[in-house]
């Protein structure tokens, strides 16, 4: 009878032991899921806000660039009108654009840069390639450019001989 209900015993063990293990493979297999899944939904959740970011940003720069020509017409405004109120006002304006990461690209006297502006003339200076006059502003928001300025650049020499020769070239109809 010893062996007996040894031999039940360990029939009964072998057999728990081997749910056992069948419930440890299935612990480990369903933790594994839910840990692959966390990530998953981590990582969902960093690329939504990154998306909205994005979103915020795009809008954002959307809305400032709107308001530039506005900007640019409250300037040519206060030429002409010296009223302090006016200046005031442009002033508050330009503040709450420097809050949100606007600022002015600073290139009169300069040297030339195509990538802070474009050059909308050639004038006759006392150095060549140096900014002498700013049409339009330029602006960076968040230190990238956002606006390139629009120039007047110098130069020293003006070409005498090359317009001499566009114009000889006008005159025999030689265009080539």
Known sequence: MDTEK??????????????????????EEIKSKYLRVLADYQNFEKRVNEE???????????????????????EKAEIFNKDKGLTM??????????????????????????????????VKGEKDNQVVEVVRKGYKLNNEVFRVALVKVSKQKVEEEETKKAKEELLKGDYM
Do not use: M, Y
């Open 89 to 122: 006002i442009k002033d508050n304006f330009l503040q709450i654009l420097k809050n949100e990461g606007l600022e002015e690209i600073n290139i009169l006297g300069k040297e030339f840069d195509p990538h802070l502006a474009e050059a909308v003339e050639v």
């Open 6 to 27: 040894k031999r039940k015993k360990s029939i009964v063990s072998s057999t728990t032991c081997l749910d056992c293990k069948k419930l440890k493979k299935e612990l």
């Open 52 to 74: 909205k970011r994005k979103i915020f940003d795009n809008a954002k720069k959307e809305f400032i660039l709107k308001l530039l020509p506005f900007l640019d017409n409250l």
